[in-house]
C-alpha cells in the first residue's frame, strides 16, 4: 500500500510536535532547602558542589517529567526548629528571602524541603533543646502554617532526621538519649503529613524516609569520622553521603510532584 504525500507531510508535522507537547508538561520547580548543618554541607570540602542540596538538584534535572531546578541552600549550622520559628525573626525571614526570590516565575512550582530536628534532639547546647517531640510538633506546624500562608500554592516536602552515632557530643551533648529522642520525631512527622493531607491536599508531604537506617549502616562508609568527647563520632555526611542523601531528597519530591 503507497502512502500518500498529503500523509507523511502529516505524520512528519506530529513527529516533529511531539517533543514540544511534551516538554509543556515537563515541571519547572524552584526549591529552597531549610535545615542545619547536615543540609548546608559543613565539612565537606566543596559544599557549593557536594552539598545535599546541590546533589538533590542534579538529580532532578535527570529526571524525565522535570525541565529544569533552581534552588537556594538554608541550612545552617547548629540551627533548631526555635531558630526557624517565624517570631524569633532568625532564619525563617531568610527562607522568605530565598523563596521570594522566585516569586515572579509563576511558571515554577515552589518547593520547601525541610529536614529539622538534629539539634533539637539535642541533650543540651542548641536553642530550644532538647525539645520533646511534642514541642518538636508544635514547632513544624507554626513554620508549615507560615509557609502555606504566604506561598498558598506551595508543596512542602518534610524529611525524617538522618541517623548520628550514640556517642555523638561535639560543641553539644547528642548521645544515646538524643538519638532516642530523634527516633521520637519520626512518628511526628507522619502524624503531621496526614493531618495537612486533609486541611491541605496535595501540598505536604512526608520525604524521604531511608535515609535514617541508610546511615545507620553504613556509617563508616559515608558519614564524616569527628573527635569529640566521648570518642570519635558520625554525625555529617562526606561526599558520597551527601550524595545518598541527596539522592533520597529528590525522589520523595520526584513521589510528591506526581
Known sequence: MRISTKTICLLLMLAIACPFVKAENKKN??????????????????????????????????????????YSNQGVSGCTTTDYLPQT????????????????????????????????????GPNGAPASPEKYEENMKIIINKLLALYPACKIVLHRPVWYSPNTYNGAMYLKKGLERLESYYPVLQSLVTDYSKRFPGQ???GDTEGFDYFKANYQTDLFPEDGNAGTFYLHPNEKGAAALGKFWSEAIVKALE
Open 204 to 206: 505536604v508531604f512526608m
Open 29 to 70: 520547580l524552584n526549591i529552597v532547602f531549610i535545615g542545619n548543618s547536615i543540609t548546608q554541607g559543613v565539612i565537606l570540602q566543596n559544599p557549593t558542589h557536594d552539598a545535599p542540596p546541590v546533589k538533590a538538584a542534579l538529580f532532578l534535572t535527570k529526571q524525565p517529567g522535570i525541565s529544569s531546578v533552581k
Open 89 to 124: 525573626e532568625t532564619l525563617f525571614p531568610k527562607a522568605k528571602a530565598a523563596a521570594d526570590a522566585f516569586a515572579d516565575e509563576t511558571w515554577a512550582t515552589l518547593v520547601f524541603s525541610i529536614m529539622l530536628g538534629t539539634n533539637d534532639s539535642a541533650i543540651n
